[in-house]
């Protein structure tokens, strides 16, 4: 963890801790479950993890963008089954080439991301509302496109679901883990090295305040929506890579997976402090508790969920005891 | 003398029905410090505002080096040379002080910020002002007083020809003014120009070379600090130049000292607020609090009332010591209080006059056992009828009542509960002489019942007329409790406001 923070603005302080509480548990947990499980730890389980979990990841670090302004968004899961399912159409009905689908689809996620932005900034409307509005209208639009699932027989899709990276001798890598890899150091980059990234923080902290130092706060939220947008559109076409097919019945319940990976990873909900790196360890300890279930074999996926809710809420606390003991400086 | 960085020539600006500024005129000079005086409500902020862009100006024009300038926004202020530090600091908790000093114009190379560059340069300029921070630390672990001085260092390096600090004092503690005052001097020296803001007479006169003086949104006169006596300030900002005010009849002072206070509070204080203070107020006692507007009254009579919490001291209510963690406490301890802003903060100007007056005695009793409504009309006629409310409608929406008679609605709110402590904040601010008249009698009357009152007023002859004892409040500070004996004037409380001392 502490070689992020050697040049950066980054350094080890509070805000660190919870991240390093995310990894401590995340390494715990490994080991534990590589203790009991016979195979458990194992590379490959490990890089599965990036595998099953690579559009979740992605889709998580476009909302930690939007938390760390402070908002949230709940379209992204119906932003990605939208982009999943216009990818397929075109791909499918129209016959379209991939090369043209791809960016359209990528567009069409960004221009959605931009619509509530704008909304949510310029008629001052509660980000909850707005995105719930855009989540109704994505979800809508995936049903009006097609009703049934439509598979994807388009060979550039059957090839990069079959391609694997040798990694070593038994470990293999697939292209969606490279691009959430890449999506993560990107994001990174971005906020600690670009002027939107620290306007994103610093609209996190305080929006009047970055008004009153002049920072452009309409473009920086705006642009937050956008990056979200995106992710979600990715996030839906890397879905649509792993699974070679699209529904408007995917991915749903999505964004509260995403917003719970968010906050796992310490990103404060009210905004302003975190980390995608956070995100992603939180992203990864939702795939490990996921992963340890599926080795245990006799318990029902459900635990999966019991286990988030007792997380959250712990993190959460966490969260809170670490803000009271800032604000009591 | 050199020529004025920055003139205003006949300034005014209205708002609906009130004039803010009325053809003000303010000159400010390079390397000066110029505290801008004045009450609450003298006009001082509309004209930090019409500086800084936030409001346009009705007429006249503002001159920057000479040229007529039209600012249009804090933005476009900020690249004329016009820096504005608030009271609040308008600065992100959440990142370095390095970072808050660049935000927005960090230096970059290939599109990638230059964090070494940052904290290099940030530690440079905190180190030409004396400000001993890492620029590494989170700025909302800093205090308060650090905050306002890393915002200075933003200001003044973005732009150095005018800086206005609003009221940077008011949550710092003496060592902190201190520090800020150094770096202010320096600034000074340098060439730049500070027009300061401070209800605090004390700083005023330590810091500030030149003062210009506001009441009621005029001019009342530019000063050379050294020239200007407290007490002639005091009279600018006040408007009463000690002439001779008319005498009235004073209470003689009785026995009822002798019995159990209402309210005890021993160092009872809030930071940032109001510092510590004692008070007692016996049963039939009627105590005036007199201060300058921004004194701190309001936050004493909030904090006997639980409205604000204290962090320091203890209260006893009716003997008893009573932890004030809210007004239902105190109300339950029979402790009712009338704020200073009856539309806002009491009347409810939608429901009628009727249930405004109930409304205390329901939320005592609780919501499970309402009122009769024969037992409610008898009350609100009977309360009507006292106070002597016009029109004497019970069922007339309380927002078409002339202002006095919104305030006697009020009071009957609180008396229907039959207080033991009565907290009557400006209650005779804005209404006729008329119902201004009737009031005091009122209060007059019910201390007579023996009830004990806390009375807040800006008219020191009110607070004569009707009070047994005068506590002196002063930059936040209870410096001064007098008996109103026959030989205690309007000008004799200004002296101790002015001046901080008995004479």
Known sequence: MTTLGMRGPVRIRREHAAVLVTFGLLVAMFAAGSIVYPGFGSGQVVVDLFIDNGFLLVIAIGMTFVILTGGIDLSVGAVAALSAMLCAFLLEQWHWPVAAVLPLVLLVGIGFGFGMGYVIHHFEIQPFIATLAGMFLARGLCFVISIDQISITNPFFTEWAQTRIPLGEETNLTPTVLIGLAVLAGAFWTLHYTRFGRAVYAIGGSAQSALLMGLPVARTRIGAYMVSGLCSSLGGLLFAFYTISASGLHEVGTELDAIAAVVIGGTLLTGGSGYVVGTALGVMLLGTIQTMLRFQGTLSSWWTRIAIGVLLLLFILLQRLLGSSRTRR | ?503
Request: proline residues 5%; charged residues 25%; glycine residues 10%.
């Open chain 2, 1 to 503: 003398m050199p020529g004025a960085v920055l003139e205003m020539i006949g300034v005014s600006k209205g708002f609906p029905g009130v004039r803010a500024l009325a053809d003000v005129d303010f000159r400010l000079f390079p390397g000066e410090i110029h505290a801008l005086m004045g009450e609450n409500g003298a006009g001082k902020s509309t004209l930090i505002k019409v500086l800084t862009g936030v409001h346009a100006a009705d007429a006249g024009e503002v001159r920057l080096g000479g040229d007529r300038v039209s600012v249009t926004g804090p933005q476009h202020a900020q690249t004329l040379g016009i820096s504005t530090v608030y009271q609040e600091v308008n600065l992100c908790p959440n990142l370095t002080v390095a970072e808050n000093v660049f935000i927005g114009r960090e230096p970059s190379k290939a599109g990638a910020i230059r964090w070494r560059e940052i904290r290099r340069r940030a530690a440079e300029l905190l180190t030409r002002f004396h400000v001993d921070v890492d620029p590494g630390v989170r700025l909302g672990a800093c205090s308060l007083a650090i905050q306002q001085l890393v915002a200075i260092v933003r200001a003044v390096d973005i732009s150095a020809k005018v800086l206005i600090l609003d009221e940077p004092t008011s949550s710092l503690d003496r060592d902190e003014v201190e520090q800020l005052f150094t770096v202010m001097r320096r600034l000074r020296d340098d060439g730049v120009a500070i027009l300061f803001v401070s209800h605090f007479l004390d700083q005023v006169y330590e810091v500030s070379d030149r003062m210009t003086v506001l009441r009621n949104g005029r001019l009342v006169g530019e000063f050379p600090t050294a020239d200007l006596s407290r007490i002639d300030l005091v009279g600018h900002m006040t408007g009463r130049m000690l002439s001779t005010l008319e005498q009235l009849h004073v209470p003689e002072e009785t026995a009822r000292v002798q019995a159990e206070p209402v309210l005890k509070a021993q160092g009872v204080g809030r930071r940032g607020s109001i510092a510590p203070f004692d008070l007692e107020i016996h049963p039939g006692e009627v105590v005036g609090l007199a201060g300058l507007l921004g004194s701190g009254r309001t936050e004493a009579v909030r904090l006997m009332f639980g409205a604000d919490v204290a962090d320091s001291g203890t209260v006893a209510l009716g003997g008893k010591p009573v932890s004030l963690r809210g007004p239902n406490i105190a109300i339950d301890h029979g402790v009712a209080f009338c704020p200073e802003n009856r539309k806002s903060e009491g009347l409810i100007e939608d429901l009628t006059v009727g249930e405004n007056i109930v409304l205390a005695l329901q939320a005592a009793n609780g919501w499970l056992r309402p009122l009769s409504q024969a037992k409610r009309q008898e009350l609100v006629g009977r309360y009507m009828t006292a106070l002597r409310i016009n029109p004497a409608d019970p069922d007339m929406p309380a927002r078409n009542l002339s202002g006095g008679n919104q305030q006697k609605v009020l009071l009957a709110r609180w008396l229907i509960t039959q207080p033991k402590l009565l907290i009557l904040d400006e209650p005779t601010r804005g209404i006729d002489v008329g119902a201004k008249a009737e009031i005091q009698k009122l209060v007059v009357s019910l201390a007579e019942d023996g009830v004990a009152v806390l009375f807040v007023s800006a008219e020191l002859e009110e607070v004569l007329r009707i009070s047994h004892k005068i506590e002196v409040l002063r930059d936040r500070r209870l410096i001064a409790e007098i008996g109103n004996i026959g030989s205690v004037t309007p000008e004799g409380i200004l002296e101790i406001i002015a001046n901080g001392t008995t004479s």
